[in-house]
């Protein structure tokens, strides 16, 4: 095995080429949150169990004995980084069993981690992600219905993400990609009504997986892999005609609140207006959905405020600023930026309208120590 990096414009290899010996299968990479890069396969040298090496800036080690796992399915080792640097691996069991098997390196040696809920039927083609917040996610097959499911830990115990067997179809192969807010993403290879192998890409909702729009169809294969940006906009690459492809999902274009609403909440919230209300706080964030919608928030759980203040160097002054996002396209969605002396008259200062320059930063039009107090607000107004 050999491990490069791009350095400018140039592949360069990581430590010595070829550092391990005997037959290397099933090559999993990933990073530690401190940059260091591990390596998981199936090493030939010790009957096909799973090795884990690192690089330690000058060599690549051992994680751990070489060869610790027992026997392993083909095709399948899955390795990720938890936030706190413990590499862990997953895969199924290649002595007729089937049964899916976890383990951490606790820095003295590998365990399986299960717990309560942890799946004890048959299993086929697993895959393992961390979550930024530390949940751990792993994807299979189920062996007796052939269809996709997601379990996930938290550190006590296992539950199932949505319901078990969730996808229409039997399913091959699937990968899992988690967003930086969390949001989980799923690919995996399904032969749809018409008997045409299909890449199906689906997303976890918080209630419900839910299928994302597709044109994407591929050769019978497990060659392909699915990535989120920091935007959480997700890619995937695939073979197509003998031929590595790049797509990305382009999201539709919320341009009203209703548009939004139906985006974000199921058929039974948006008949609950105490949930999907324009004016509702259903997670007790302390921001409305409204706000959400016109600052271009996610539309559940934690978030910033809509609004916050800045300041404006300006010839020997500082102005203060407030600063927010707006949608890039909402007609008739306005944004006025307000002031006040004392919290009870508000003036306007400066209006807005949607655009794509979706940070804004308003000043006011008081310099700092030019007035004993000064208040700003966002006021966001739709007809």
Known sequence: MTVMRLEGASWVEVGAPRFTTGQVESISLAFAPDGTPY????DGNNNGQATVMKFNGSVWVFVGPAGFSPALSEGDLSLAIAPDGAPCVAYWKSDGTDQLVVMKYDGAGWSEFGGAG??????????????????????????SLGKA?????????W???????????????????????????????????????????????????????STVYTAPSHQFGIAINPDGIPY?????????????????????????????????EQG????????????????????????????????????KLATIADNGS???????????????????????????AWTPVSSWTADASTTVIARDAVALGAAPRRFLRLLVNQP
């Open 149 to 157: 499911n997601v379990i996930c830990s938290r550190g006590a115990g």
């Open 318 to 344: 500082s102005i203060p600023a407030l600063q927010f996002r707006r949608r890039s396209n909402a007609p008739g969605l306005k944004y006025e930026v307000q002031a006040s002396a004392d919290l009870a």
């Open 39 to 42: 390596v998981a396969y199936r």
């Open 272 to 307: 609950d207006a105490a949930i999907s209300g324009a004016f509702a706080d259903p997670d007790g964030a302390g921001v409305t959905n409204f706000l959400r919608y016109a600052c271009d928030l996610p539309a559940r759980g934690s978030v910033p405020g809509p609004a």
């Open 159 to 213: 539950s199932v993400v949505g319901v078990a067997g969730f996808s229409t179809h039997g399913i091959h192969w699937p990968r899992l990609a988690i967003a930086p807010d969390g949001t989980a993403f799923i690919a995996f290879s399904a032969i749809d009504e018409e008997y045409i192998q299909r890449l199906v890409v689906e997303r976890f909702n918080g209630r419900a997986w839910e299928e994302l729009p």
């Open 236 to 268: 995937v690459v695939f073979t197509g005609a003998g031929n590595a492809r790049v797509m990305r999902l382009e999201p539709p274009e919320l341009t009203t609140y209703a548009a939004w609403v139906k985006a974000r909440f199921t058929a039974a």
């Open 118 to 143: 942890f799946p004890t039927a048959r299993v086929w083609q697993t895959n393992l992600v961390y979550a930024p917040d530390g949940t751990m996610y792993v994807a299979y097959s189920l062996y």
